[in-house]
């Protein structure tokens, strides 16, 4: 009998041939699925042809989630948990979870898979030997104090955001890091129109004035330069 545990697994972030093969196994292997929205990964698991009972785990029903389901691991059962894309737990619902899972001495699993922010960082050619993940900036509260932050970081800084507010969060960045900082916009990453432009802020600005940015983004954005270097 394997150890009862929660799993994390990674699923694509747009392109299906990024499934990994321990992910379909442990998929196939697990007493119960999580999914951040049940249609979503229905639809996955019936491309691998695999059927397994699936329960929503969202943002929402997080907090009233977690009991239930350290019991249940607690009880004998290995739990998956997938996101409807990329790493769960990485601006997806996850880490509540993990948390009460290890304050219960459960064993708690992530496999190793998609998500958007490393090739993101690798492919924008600026430095990611030391990197920092914002994830999603606030939207109103606390926008301003999380910007005026990262004016004073030396590392290279990791953002998702919406293509609604791309624009929005280039002109921002501009004004509290200068628009000659070096910056890079990856968009619909491992699918058909995958795109990265890196240059200044000045000139990312430019770009998506005249042409609207679509699909998924994550803006890289370099830290800023030693002395001497600017
Ligand atoms: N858990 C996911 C991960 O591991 O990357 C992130 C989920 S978060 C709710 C969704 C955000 O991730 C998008 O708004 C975008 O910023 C980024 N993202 C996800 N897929 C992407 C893709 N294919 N290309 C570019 N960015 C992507």
């Known amino acids: 009998m394997p150890e009862p545990k929660l799993i994390l697994v990674p699923t694509p972030i747009g392109n299906l041939e990024d499934m990994t093969l321990r992910a379909l196994r442990t998929l196939r292997e697990a007493d119960l699925v999580l999914a951040e929205d049940t249609r979503t990964t229905g639809q996955l698991l019936k ?8 329960q929503s785990y969202h943002n929402y029903n997080e907090h009233q989630a977690v009991a239930g389901l350290v019991q249940r691991i607690r009880a004998g059962q290995t739990v998956a948990l ?18 009460a ?30 990197f920092v993940f914002e ?8 926008r301003q104090t999380r910007l005026k932050a990262l004016a004073l970081e030396d590392r290279t800084v990791v953002l998702y955001e919406s293509p609604y507010r791309v624009l929005r969060c280039l002109q921002e960045l501009r004004a509290h ?24 802020l000045d000139e990312l600005i430019a770009h998506f004035t005249a042409k ?11 830290g800023r330069p030693g002395k001497g270097e600017e």
């Not at 491309?47 to 699936?54: A, G, R, T, V």
């Not at 997938?82 to 948390?99: N, Q, Y």
């Not at 609207?212 to 370099?222: D, F, P, R």
């Open 47 to 54: 491309h691998f042809e695999i059927s397994k009972p699936l």
């Open 82 to 99: 997938v996101s409807d894309a990329g790493t769960p737990g990485i601006s997806d619902p996850g880490f509540l979870l993990v948390r």
């Open 101 to 130: 899972c290890l304050r219960e001495g459960l064993a708690v699993e992530c496999l190793p898979g998609p998500t958007a922010l490393v090739p993101a960082l690798v492919k924008s050619g600026l430095p990611c030997d030391r």
């Open 135 to 142: 994830g999603f900036l606030p939207h109103k509260k606390g």
């Open 177 to 200: 890091l200068g628009g000659q900082r070096l910056a890079s916009v990856s968009r619909e990453l491992s699918k058909l129109y995958e795109e990265t432009l890196t240059g200044p």
């Open 212 to 222: 609207e940015a679509k699909g998924e983004i994550v803006i890289v954005v370099a």
